[in-house]
């Protein structure tokens, strides 16, 4: 995941801090050598590292902070907060669609950065959480298949993409665009244009044009996270040509360093808004400074991860199964219902990555052994049981073991595995139950 690499280092640095009780002024310095090479390895742009240091170096030698009662975890505060205002400030910056509808949006971006998929995840987004008639028009002509490509995703997006006349340039599709936006009561018009492999006059040309043509409320540049300081500096140019409201980072599900997102406010004064996470439609997340910096620096993204699950969860079928362990009858059934909708969140180490801590965790028990094929296998050998079974699986004996393993393509050892594990969950699930609520937040509190 993005920022892996950067996130362990940093929090070594403030592990070996912590450790020490009492910091003198050269601990310090000496911590921020390691800070400033773990930034440069993240390919964090030189002038933001230096300024990014000097920053961090003034505020945490003062007497102040050396004389805290936990010197260490001043000083991480303070990287903190240096961490936030390099990614753009806290809170997230929304977009700005407050204009008159049709709201023009402008996406534009090299090719093979994301910028047509974005568009497709933009529109289901504003279709689905903020309730516009959204319109997606593409105007690009250079590439064969881009205008199929986008009413493909606009149907996937349940939204309208604009008729593809042929023959018409990309002025005049974006005028076709805002007019039908107008006549048919679109809220907000999402038009994507045409990439190219590299920053040319060509391409700035006709970005301007179409500009001027639709007078956008957001022209959101398109970058790829793995591309790293290229990144950057697409977005210097793009941003000095025709001026950029909003950065969209695509591909921060890959194994990015992290520098791009780090410098890009710094250098270019756009700020990130969006970020992409993945190829389906609904992997576009609002970008927010303090929960990214959180996620460095090993503390988690609570906020993040709550959000996520309100978004994909059953809740209903979250409630029942609630119910179900305060009455002591969760059964194997339930379990496998549970696993259905950890799925649903996606990838197991991503959410993992989103707990405080777990850094360090997934690296002491191995990636492996979160792995979702785990999961996986469980609802297979749930699904090779009978009713009977999955109810009172204190019935499943050495000959049922045999043939729940042979049904499900597992062996005798993966399905004790199962029922061991299983057992665990029962018996903490009446602890828990005993307590009680209260008692519960009692126990993760201290
Ligand atoms: P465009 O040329 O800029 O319009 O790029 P496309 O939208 O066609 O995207 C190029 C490829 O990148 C496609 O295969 C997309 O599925 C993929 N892609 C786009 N965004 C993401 C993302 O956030 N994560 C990942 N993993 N892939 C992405």
């Not at 403030?14 to 009492?22: M, N």
């Not at 909003?246 to 997102?261: I, L, P, S």
Request: hydrophobic residues 45%.
């Amino acid at each position: 995941l993005v920022f892996e690499a950067l996130s362990g280092r940093l929090s070594g640095v403030f592990d070996g801090l912590a450790k020490r009780g009492a910091l003198s002024e050269a601990d310090v310095m000496e911590a921020m050598r390691e800070v400033r090479l773990a930034m440069l390895d993240a390919d964090v742009a030189l002038p933001v590292v230096k300024d990014f240091v000097n920053k961090v170096r003034e505020r945490a030698v003062g007497q102040e902070v050396l004389d805290s009662i936990s010197p260490g975890q001043a000083v991480a505060k303070i990287v903190n907060d240096a961490l936030i205002d390099a990614l753009g400030g806290a809170g997230a910056v929304p977009l700005n669609l407050s204009a008159v509808p049709p709201v023009p949006v402008l996406m534009v971006g090299l090719q093979g950065s994301g910028k047509t998929t974005t568009s497709g995840k933009l529109a289901l987004r504003l279709r689905e959480r903020d309730r516009k008639k959204v319109l997606l028009a593409s105007l690009d002509t250079q590439r064969p298949a881009a205008q199929l490509q986008l009413a493909q995703l606009a149907t996937q997006a349940g939204v309208v993409s604009l008729p593809i006349v042929a023959g018409q340039t990309p002025v005049e599709i974006a005028r076709r665009a805002m007019e039908t936006g107008r006549r048919e009561g679109y809220d907000v018009v999402i038009l994507d244009t045409a990439g190219r492999l590299s920053i040319d006059e060509a391409l700035m040309d006709e970005v301007r044009q179409i500009r001027d043509v639709v007078n956008p409320a957001e022209t959101l540049l398109v970058v790829d996270a793995m591309t790293g300081q290229d990144a950057v500096n697409t977005a210097k140019s793009f941003n000095e040509a025709v001026g950029v409201s909003g950065v969209v980072m695509t591909r921060m599900d890959g194994d990015a360093r992290g520098g791009a997102a780090l410098s890009m406010k710094a250098i270019t004064g756009a700020p990130i808004k969006l970020t992409g996470s993945g190829e389906k439609l609904d992997a576009l997340e609002e970008f927010h400074p303090e929960r990214v910096a959180g996620r460095i620096l090993g503390l988690g993204d609570i906020a993040g991860l709550v959000e996520k699950a309100a978004d994909t969860l059953d809740h209903e079928e979250g409630e029942r199964l609630a119910k179900r362990m305060m009455a002591g009858k969760f059964d194997l059934d339930d379990y496998a219902s549970q696993i259905r909708q950890i799925n649903k969140l996606g990838s197991i180490s991503g959410i993992l990555g989103m707990l405080p801590g777990m850094g360090k965790i997934k690296e002491a028990i191995g990636d492996k052994d979160l792995d979702q094929s785990i999961l996986k296998r469980h609802l297979a050998i749930i699904s090779s049981m009978t009713k009977g079974e999955r109810r009172a699986p204190s019935i499943i004996k050495a000959s049922r073991k045999k043939r729940i393993a042979a049904g499900s393509g597992t062996t005798v050892q993966d399905v004790n595995k199962l029922l061991k594990q299983f057992d665990m969950m029962s018996s903490m699930m009446k602890r828990f139950n005993k307590l009680g609520v209260k008692g519960l937040m009692r126990q993760g509190m201290s």
